[in-house]
Structure formats: C-alpha cells, structure tokens
C-alpha cells in the first residue's frame, strides 16, 4: 500500500513540470503547440504503443511492413521465463508420480490369475495403427524435447556443435514425421473411437471407484474411463498438436509471426500435456498391470484380465458367443 | 564443456574523421589496422556467367567474387574511378576490379558531390559487371525469330538499307535519336556522325525532359543550364522544389539540401501535385492541380509584389521588362490562384515570405514543371521569380534546375538535337561554317550531304534544309505516320535508329507501336534489347546492336551542375558489345564518311580515340567555354576528388589548386589560360578570371528605347563599369585592345567573334580585362520571340477543369511546326472530361531510372519494386469499386489503356491519378515480354505509364505533355 | 572496446533503398532475402518518416535467447553474430527479433527455411577472416578490412549511421543542435506555414 503511494507521489512529481509548462503554452504559443509532435508520433506508432501499427515497405519477405514486432519480446519472455521452466517442471512432477504410484502399487496382478483363455480385444488394423502412431509419438516426443530442453541440458555437456548435429536430425525428423502422425491420429481416431464414447453413468462410476484404486472394483465396459479420457486427450490436445504442428511446419501461407507465435506456444503446451498423459499411459500399459501390454502386443487379452478390468465389455463379449470355451494354445510369451 | 571459438574481429572499430559535422565519416582506411587487412584474392570471370544462379534459393550465392584465404595481397585489387551513369547529381563510385572481374564497389568518400553516398541505382551499380540480362550479340528478326549475326553482317545489313533508303527517299527519312546516356565524345560524334549523313533529324531525351527548361532559361538569361549546383545548395537559406522530387530522382541532392536545412535552418518548401517523398520533409508543401504552375508562381510574387519584398536595385541594374510581369501578375489575386490551383492564400503567401526573407534562397525545378504545353512559361516563370527576388547570380541562390540522365548536360551542350549544333551554336549558315572550319571540312561538301530543295521559307526566303529544325523525338511517330503532304519533309520517316533511348519514356504508346510497324528500318543499339525490339509484332527489319555501357569505355560526362567528370573503364565490354564509338566508327565506315567524320581523331583498330574527339570539341565550343576542359585537366581533377572543397568546390592545394571541380562550363579560352571553371553562372561578385560572369547580352543592346545592357553592374574587376555588348573583333578595335592579342591570335580572330575566334584570344583578352566574352546585359523578363512573352497560364489540352477553358485557351493549331502540324485548340476544344474524369500524371521511382530496361534487368533493384501501379486517392478508388492492390483498367483519354495494380494513397489529391514511367513489356494488357531475345528479360515487366499519355507539345520546343492529361480508371 | 551500433536518422531517411541494395551489392544476397530494408510509416500522408532497419546488434539479443541451438555469438566489438554450421533454421529468432532482421533463403513446406541469414554488420562469421567460406557463407567481412558496414557508408543523405555507439551519437546530438529545438522545427510545418515565418 505504501508503496502504491509513494508511486503515485513520485509521478505527480514528475508531471508537475510539464503541467506548469502546458499552463504558459497554452497563454502565450497555444497555437504553435498544437502541431503534433510528428517525431513522437513517429516513435509512438514504430513501438506499436497505441496498437498494431503497419507502415510499407518495398521489401517483400514476411512482415517487412513491421518496423518493431513486439510480440517477439512478448513470446520471448513467456518461452524462455514460463514456457520451458515450467515443462520441465511439469514433466519432472509427473516423472516422479509415476515413481511414486510404482513404489505405492507395485505390481498390479491378475486377481484370479490368468485363465488362459483368449478374447480377441484389438483386430490388427487397431494395433498396427496403434503402435504406429506409437512410435511416432515417442519419436515427436524426443526430438520435440531434445529442442526445447536440448540447450538446457545438452549443450552444456556437449558442446553446441556437436549437440547441433542432434538438433538438425532431430528438427528433421520433427518436421518431416509430423504430417505423418497427423495422419496416424486421424486413423486411430477413426478405429478407436468405438467403445469410447463417454457413458456418464459408467464413467461416473468408474472415477469414483478410483478406477478400482480405491477399494472396490470398479466396472467398466470395453474401455475405462481412464482409456477414454486418454483416448479424448490423444483426439484433443494431440489435434491441437497436430494443427499447431501445422501451422508452424508448413510456412507457407504467409502467416506472420504473431500467428507463428501463438501457435508455437500452444504446440508446446500440448506437447507438454499429452506427453505427461503419455507418461501414465505407458506406465499403465506396460508394466503397472499384468497382462495388458500382451492385448496390445497380440491383440487378445486373457478372460480374467477381461473379468476385472472391462467386466461388462467381458459379458457383452460372452454373450455374443466371442469368448472361446477353452484355453487357447499360446506360445509362452 | 566445448565452447565455440568465438574470434572477434580485429578491429578497434572507431570511426574517426569527422569531416564535415554531419556527416558520418567512416573509419578512415588509411589509419584502419593495416596488418589486420588481408584481402581476398578472386576467382577468375569463370564464376561470372553463373551469376544468374544465384537468383535460386541458396544461402550461399553464387560468388562472383570467391574468396580465397590469406595468400592474396593488396596488390590484386585495382580500385577504378568513375562516375555513376544513372542521374545528373554525377556520384562518384570507386570500382574494385580483379582480374577483369568487378568484384566490390567502395564508397568515394572524398568524392566532392557524392561523399561516398549512392541512392539505390548507384550503390547496385556493380550489377553491370553481370550484365544478366543484356543483349549478348548482334541480333536480327527474320521472320519473327531473332537470330545470331556477326558485327559485318549487322552493319553490312544496315548500311545498304541505309542507303537504300536514303536513295529511294531522303537523308531526312533516316532518324538519328540519340542518348544522354552517351559520354560527351559519343554524344558529340553522334551529332557530328548526323551531320555527316546529311540531316537535322537527330535528337534525344533532352527533348523531352528539360528542352522547355534550356529554352526558357537560356532566352531569359544567356545559357540553360543548372546556375549554381547541389554543392552550392549549402549556401541556401531557403529552398523551393518545384516539380521536382529529389528523393526519388535525385536522392544525393538531398544530402546537400539537408544540410541547408539543418544548418541554416532553410524552410523546405515543395510545390507539387502529390505529396512526394520530398514533401514528406518539407516545411511548406503546396498541392496545386497539375498544370497550374505559372498561376502558384503569379501567386506568390503577388505576395512578394504586395508587400515590396522585390529587390529594386538588382531588377533596376539586371532585370528587363519587370513591369509587364508586375501587369501580369497583378491579375492573379489570392482568390484567383485558389480557383486555379487549388492552394489556399496563406500557404501561398507562407512560401513566397519564407523564400523573400531567407535570402539567398534557391530555386529548384524538374520535370513536373517542364513537360507541358506551356513548359517554356512555366520555366521562365520560375527565372522572372528568382531575377524579382534579386536571388540570382549568388552562392545559395539561383535556379538549380536538376538535369535527368547523368549525361543530359553534356549531350545537350553538345547539340544532339535537331535545332542546333554542337554548342547551341543553331543551324544558321554562319554556325555550320564554324563548325565546319573546326572540322576541317569543305563547308560546301557538308551542305552537298543534305536534301536539295527547301521545306520552309525564312525571313520571305527559302532555307536550306541544313538550315532547317528537324523532327523532334518527341514528335517522330508523326514523322512516321503523318501524311507525307503535311509534313515539312521530303519524305516521311523510314528507318529509326534508336541508339540508347527508351521508347516508353515518350506519350502516345499505342500510336508508337503502328509507328514502329510501318518503318522499313528499325536499329536499336543499345545495352539492353529495349521495349523498342519487343513493343510491335513486326517480323522483319529488326536489328539490335550491342553497346558497350559506360562502365565499359571511358570518356567525360558532364553532371547537371556543368562539371566535368572523367570516367575511367572499369571492366572490358561484356559479351560481344562495342563501346558506342566504335560502333559509331564501323556504321560511318560503311556509310561512306568515316574518313570525314574522323579528320583529325586517330582511329585505333576500330576504336575513335577519346582524348581526341574531347580535344576537337575543345577546339570549337566557344559559345558555352567547353574549351578548357582538356582530356589533361578532367584526369587531374579525377586523381584529386579530395582537393576540392565540399561547398565551393574549389580546391584548395594540390595539383588542382584554384580550380573548382571538373570545370564547370563555361571555363573560357584555351586549356592553357587555366581558367577554373564558373561554379555559379552570373556572379559578378568574382572577376570572370576567378569564375565570375554578367548576363549574357544575346538579345541586342536596347529594345523600344529600353537598354538591354546591364546598368552599374559588372563582374569584379571590370574595366568596362557598365553594362557592354558581346565581344568581336570589332569591339577589342574600338575599346584598343585588339594589341593585346598575338599575331597569331590576331591573324584568326580577325573578322570573328567570341563565338568563332577558333584562337580564344578574344575570349582571353575580354577575359584579362576583367570583362566576359558574351556581354554584360539584363535578363529578359519578357522573351519577346516565344508565342508568350510574358509567361501566361493556359489550361492544358486535355483538362478537368472546362470553367476555366475559355479565360485560359491554349494555343491555335499549327499547319507546320517543326516540320509538323500540332494540334492546340482543335483537342482543348473537346470537352473529356465526363468519361475521364481523372486527371492523369507521371514521374518517378527511385529504384528505376529512365525506361528502366536497365535498371529493371538489375536483380538488386527489380526485387524492390516488382509491380506497375497507379496512384489513387481513396475518394477515387471508393468510387470506382477498388481497393488497394486490385488490377485496374487505366484509360487515358485518347482511348489506349494500361491493366495495372491500384495502390490506394492519399500522396495525391481526390481526382488525380499518378503512375510512374519506368515500366514497359506489356501493352494494353498484353505480355510482350515473350518477344525478347532469349534471356533479355528484365526481371520486371509492367504496362509503360506513357501508352494512356496523351497528345500534346509545347508551344516553343515541343516538349511533351506527360504531367496532366486524363483518364479513367475502372476495376477488372 | 567499441561497441557497435546503428542508428537511422528518420529527419534524413528518403527512403531511397541505397543501404538495401548496397548490402545485396556488397554480400550478393539472393533475390528475396533482406539482411536491410526500409519501413516506411505513414506513407504518403503529412508525417511521412521512413527508417532503415536490418539487425540492431542488441545488447540482449532476443535470437540469442531463443535460439534452441544457441548459435548466436557477441562479438569483442558488440556485433551480434550467428555460425551457420550450427543454425537448424527453425526459425524462432524469426519469432524473437523486434526487428525482422533473421532472414531465411526459403519458407517451403515441412518448414524448409535452409540456414538463417541476417546483418553481420558487415563483420563475416566465425570462419577465418577473409577465407572463402565466410564470404560463402556472410558476405564481405568488411570490419576486418577496417572499415564500417556498406549501407551506411552509401546512404545517400547518412542518415543510416554505423560504428561505434558514442562516436553516433556524438554525431547524432550534433545534428539535433543545429536543426534547434523550437517546436516550430519539427518539420511538418507545412500545415501552419504561417508559423514559420
């Protein structure tokens, strides 16, 4: 409060002068003085103090017509103080709760054990969409992070020329697989978006178990509703990724660098969310729960895996005559 | 942890020697760390013809100059001087040649005009060393198709159809259009190589750029030229631009008039239709309507008039027929010049009071004022404003009238054009006598090469047709195509030779095109194919010449200011290019002159020798004192930039001492009297010795009982203190000093006068006695021989405004005007303006010069302006439903039209529309460019501003009209 | 140590494009890439002031900060300087820069920039001075020659200055001296011309 004050005081003081002087002005020279200060105006309208202001220019590239953009500070400050600290925060507290969970939980083992008998879960199109939108996810990711925390990390040990070898085959990869994994989305979007379609009550139910976390088993049907806030994350922000992606990847369009800005930093954001999504999704799907990396490694779960983690989906399944009677003959995997 | 090696560089970068205070003066080479410099060493011309790859999108452009490490050494470098050949400012450029390559450009920074400093064209100057886009060989069109030919062949070819034509029709049917862009010896051997072949057809560019200016001018006052000079413009207390953007067309003369402004506080004031970049610095700016130049001009000496601001006592010594102007003047009340152009009574009355009480204030004009129908009133209004100030004949004053082409002076002077000879000695007997005896020629013999006959009568008397103005460049399309019946001529114009012109920058495109197609003949030589090889659908009688450019020859040029500038050859004539010269050499060789034409110049291989040709001028431009620029001296002033003084331009010290810089004419007598140039025309405060002049008495001693002869005025150091006539041998007898010449001298002045003593004793003696060859008379206020004595407004032909029609008419048509019927009143008599209601101007970018088919085949400078565009207030634009960077037809009122992009402004006024010049390639919405040779494109092609321009030529010089005509403008 | 600078006169910049096509000249840029160019504000209204504009050799160079490979350097002279063995071209000191000043050869799909390019100050890159891949790659090293960048040296009316950031303004409050501070003297009087006499 003080400090407020004594802002305010300090600022009256300062004007005092210049109301003094606007006093004598407008007596004696009040029409000289009400010529614009042209060399004001100048600075005023290159500083883009009152708005985006756009002069000409008889050189063509992008945004010529901008003498200052000052965005750039703007994206520079947040990229540099907020974007890239709290990422790294982010993806460290997420790291780290992961750990945790895994030291918590430990091993999630099959109550009943496994049956050995074998649902089909995923066709093979599914999977082959899957992992390949997998690994092209883990490839974005990596590349995507070794630019943005590269610098942080990397340079230091390494040396910008050598780090800078990474970084052109890194922004390589980036650039060239990323139209690629837009088109993987779009196709796992299309082939998973079966089975989940959220069912309130279902899901409702689900959370409040803790996803069976917490006490009880909690039913789910073909997919959780942990899976299906997955898949809506993949279907949202990996759209708001692959969109963005776009923008910046494909400059062709002559969008400005305000544009380029924006949508750079929802990149990274997005990035940064569904690469913390990813994190638990990994965990959950490989080693956190017996028998589940196995329905995506070979497309068929086991029926007691069915039983406790999609037990309506596991009915639905026998009902329709789809769950073999007996055990089927599986090389041991 | 590696780090990068980080080096910095070795220099304490401090960049010392402040010259002058405003300028910022580099670090100076000489106490740089010299260890520290190691020069690169180039590759050989292999990288040359790449050059054009590096228009492709690699960061690492093709070198033309590679570098190579450290075992090059300062040696390998050759640093040239030259002059740049865009405008008239005349900058200094230092070349760095390697190998034969033009690797790098370096600021001339003790260069007197330019400090180092280029606009756009001269800092691109080097592109010439690419020459991307020039024509490579001799070319011809058969059948449509251009094909490689050999020199003999093309000049073989021309000759006999030449000749042919010459034969079969007349020497006349031959048009000789010559260039500003030649050196002063070209310029000068063309005229002469015209006269040769037995015809006044010959002109050029001056015609339709400053020809009302030099007519005006040298009609009031003696000589039409620049009076003072950019450098001069320091002394200025006050500026006035009128038609003129120097920004743009002349951005160095900023630097000058900036420094007036900054330092003498001098109010900037710009008289201009559109608010140009010029105005964008000024303290007043005037927007008058196009065309309406002597009313803002009638305006402001109202003003001036009202308020006794006038300088009595120098109109009283200097000043003739100040009286009719004040009549004249008295009509044009505020009120009235507010009808008529537009500007309001206190800005009018702002301007003339900053210019009266900053005196010396200058006065400066270009084309906006010149290319009009009433272009010589306009100029003379300007000369009468500065005579009524008192502000001519000193340092800060006088009419600084900015010349275009770098070398529009000098080939003005030297007379190509079809209304003089060399020297504006004109086409009288007695001038071709002179010049005759100067050749060394039988006079007989050159009068055996005309027409016989006569085509005009003079004085009740036919004149010879060597007597005879020849067609105008401005009006050769109405050679063409003009009914043979009425034109003054044997025959109509057959064959064109275009030798360094560009024919967009000339009114009428559409009717140019027929032109073109009628000829049998068409030559163009020329560095670049021009908008003439491609602007018509002929199939057959093309021929392209390939000149060599001025970086590729060398020779004098001189700037607008009159200096002399040698230019030294960069590089050797790319492809299969020929200096003009030579060119001029084989052409004359085949034509059956050369012998005559190169008398007494010594002829090496094929190649005239420069020295000589500027000697034989030497020895015969006694009229203008371009006699004492001797090969010698121009070299010397070349070696010594840095003596001469940045404001007077003398030098102080040195091999040049005393001499001011290249000579400004006119430097009397002989190279050997020294004379050191006159910096400033009509200043009497120097003795004529020391660079002082009178007015020039040129127009008789008295008229109606009035004396023409200046009255207690005279140049310092006069022994006559008093006005006096032109010097002869006649006055040297009567005033007793005929003695002082030599019997040598003696023996050829005898019977002669200043003009024609091809000795130089009269000039030298006049001269010793303090007194200036030409006479010391009054300026003539009222040209009593122009259709308009006194300087009066008429509307231009095609106007807007019809309420003021009948109070301000324009002339009568003419049945034979130079050799021509001209039209006035018949076109005013129409009223337009319903169906083009928009008044129609051109000028100027800076990036372009001229045509701009040399400036828009330069990479560097075709990258920055890319498209042809129109000027159009929001007003006009909202009405015809366009918007910024639509395609729009432009219609002119004559019914040719232009498809160009709108760019939406305020920079002109609601119902005027500007488009600049420079364009060419398409016409009428047709892409021509398919027609150039292979690869001669420029990299920027556009409609030519001048295919919508309009008929109409001044009343005296037949200037075109290119600044107020009308159109429409719709959207596509 | 000197610290290098630019500084554009907007009183004197006509916008004559002779600092861009003297930099083109000098470096041979290709068509298309502008290491200088001109702003214009107000174009073609009272108030008109145009200024040269190409990289400012910031203190805190924004494109340094950015830069994921950090490939930028400062010079001993205080220019700012990039190697492009290291530069990925993706173009964040594009985002960064007030000034528009990184350059790329292309904007092609799958953000196809090639190696950023920008003012050197006429100062080359971190090659040997003089050797041919810093002339390849930056141009002339005109620093190391001793002398200042071409733009300014070629200004038709200096108003584009380059050196040292006391000599500039040194020269620069002269210049403010004598056109005087009356606020007469702003230089668009032309709609009170009245008030000049």
Known sequence: ?333 | MSKLTRKTSQVVAAPGNLRANNICQPIDKSSSVANAVSRRSFLKRSGLMAGGAALASSVSPVMMKKAQASNSSLGDIKEVKTVCTHCSVGCGIIAEVQNGVWTGQEPAFDHPFNKGAHCAKGAAIREHGHGEKRLKYPTKLVDGKWKKVSWDEAISDIGDQLLDIREKNSPDSVYWLGSAKHSNEQAYLFRKMAAMWGTNNVDHQARICHSTTVAGVANTWGYGAMTNSYNDMHNSKAILMIGSNPAEAHPVALQHIFKAKEENNAPIIVIDPRFTRTAAHADHFLQIRPGTDVPVIWGMLWHIFQNGWEDKEFIRQRVYGVEEIRQEVAKWTPDEVERVTGVSESRVYGAAKAMADNRPSTFVWCMGGTQHTIGNNNTRAYCVFQLVLGNMGVPGGGTNIFRGHDNVQGATDLGVLSNTLPGYYGLKPGSWKHWAKVWDLDYEWVKSRFDKGSYEQSKGKDAHVMNTKGIPVSRWIDGVLEDKENIAQKDNVKAMIFWGHAPNSQTRGAEMKKAMEKLDLLVIVDPYPTASAIMHDRKNGVYLLPAATQMETYGSVTASNRSFQWRSKVIEPLFESLPDHTIMYKLSKKLGFSEELFKHIEVKGEEPYVEDVLREINSGMWTIGYTGQSPERLKMHQENWGTFDYTSLKAEGGPADGDFYGLPWPAWGTPEMKHPGTPNLYNPALSIAEGGLTFRARFGVERNGDNLLAEGSYSKGSEIKDGYPEFSHTMLKKLGWWDDLTADEKKQAEGKNWKTDLSGGIQRVAIKHGCAPFGNAKARAVVWTFPDPVPIHREPLYTSRRDLVEKYPTYEDRKSFWRLPTRYKSIQAKDYSGDYPIILTSGRLVEYEGGGDESRSNRWLAELQQDMFVEMHPRDANNAGVKDGDDVWLEGAEGSRVKVKALVTRRVSSGVAFMPFHFSGHMQGVDMTGNFPEGTAPYVAGEAANTAMTYGYDSVTQMQETKCSLCRITKV | MARMKFYCDAERCIECNACVTACKNEHEIPWGVNRRRVVTIKDGEPGERSLSVACMHCSDAPCAAVCPVDCFYTTNDGVVLHDKDICIGCGYCFYACPFGAPQFPEAAAFSSRGKMDKCTFCAGGPEEDHSSDEYKKYGRNRLAEGKLPLCAEMCSTKALLAGDANILSDIYRKRIVNRGASVLNWGVSYDNSKLRS
């Not at chain 1, 430990?106 to 899957?130: D, P, Y």
């Not at chain 1, 050598?162 to 139209?179: E, I, M, Q």
């Open chain 1, 1 to 333: 409060m003080t400090k407020l004050l004594k802002t305010i005081l300090f600022i009256s003081f300062l004007l005092l002068p210049q109301i003094a002087q606007s006093n004598i002005s407008s007596n004696q020279f009040d029409e000289s003085i009400s010529i614009e200060n042209p060399g004001a105006e100048l600075w005023r309208n290159v500083r883009q103090r009152d708005g985006i202001f756009e002069g000409t220019s008889q050189s063509q590239s992008t945004d010529a017509n901008f003498l200052i953009n000052i965005t750039g500070e703007a994206w520079r400050q947040y990229r540099m103080l907020d974007l890239i600290p709290k990422a790294g925060i982010a993806l460290l507290v997420s790291l780290i709760g992961v750990l945790l969970f895994r030291v918590i939980r430990g091993n999630i083992l099959l109550e009943a054990g496994r049956s050995g008998i074998k649902i089909l879960r995923f066709s093979t199109s599914q999977r082959v969409i899957h992992w390949v939108t997998a690994i092209l996810f883990i490839i974005l990711s990596l590349t995507g992070l070794l630019l943005l925390f590269g610098r942080s990390f990397l340079i230091p040990m390494m040396g910008a020329e050598a780090f800078s070898y990474f970084a052109v085959g890194a922004k390589f990869l980036h650039d060239y697989l990323g139209p690629a994994f837009a088109v993987s989305l779009v196709l796992l979007f299309i082939f998973f978006i079966k089975g989940n379609m959220p069912s309130l009550k279902q899901d409702l139910a689900w959370l409040a178990k803790g996803g069976g976390m917490l006490g009880r088993h909690a039913s789910a049907d073909r997919y959780n509703a942990g899976e299906k806030g997955w898949f809506w994350i993949a279907a949202f922000v990996g759209g708001a990724i692959v969109v963005s992606g776009f923008v910046l990847d494909f400059p062709i369009f002559g969008q400005s660098r305000e544009t380029m800005e924006l949508f750079h930093v929802i990149h990274t954001i997005a990035a940064t969310l569904i690469v913390i999504a990813s994190i638990g999704h990994i965990y959950m799907g490989t080693i956190a729960m017996d028998g589940t990396f196995e329905v995506m490694k070979t497309g068929y779960c086991d029926s007691n895996w069915a039983k406790e983690h999609h037990d309506l989906w596991y009915e639905k399944q026998l009902a329709a005559g789809k769950v073999p009677a007996q055990k089927t003959p599986t090389k041991s995997s």
